[in-house]
């Protein structure tokens, strides 16, 4: 399966990466890098990950990574990758 990101969680994950450097650009940097491994991973096993908590579609799937969500929809060849949150609301 092929994996996309939306716009939104490129400018979500462009957030998260900025605070995360202000501390740190190394933890930053290992930030990004394993979040890139997990989910390169979800398209081995799509369905692996708990079902949306917020949308009743089984084709919704929330990767918890860290202490943040990412929240993704499979389609027929494609993840698309929706966004990325942690503690704030987040709405589809």
Not at 78 to 90: K, V
Request: net charge negative.
């Amino acid at each position: 399966m092929i994996i996309k990101y939306s716009d939104r969680f490129e400018g979500e994950f462009f957030e998260v990466y900025t605070f995360i450097a202000l501390d740190s650009i190394d933890m930053a940097l290992k930030f990004k890098n394993e979040l890139k491994k997990s989910i390169e991973n979800i398209s081995s096993m799509p369905y692996k990950n708990r079902k949306s908590t917020k949308i009743n579609d089984d084709n919704i799937r929330e990767l918890i990574f860290k202490t943040y969500v990412v929240p993704y929809k499979i389609e027929q060849n494609e993840i698309w990758i929706l966004g990325i949150f942690n503690q704030n609301l987040w709405e589809l």
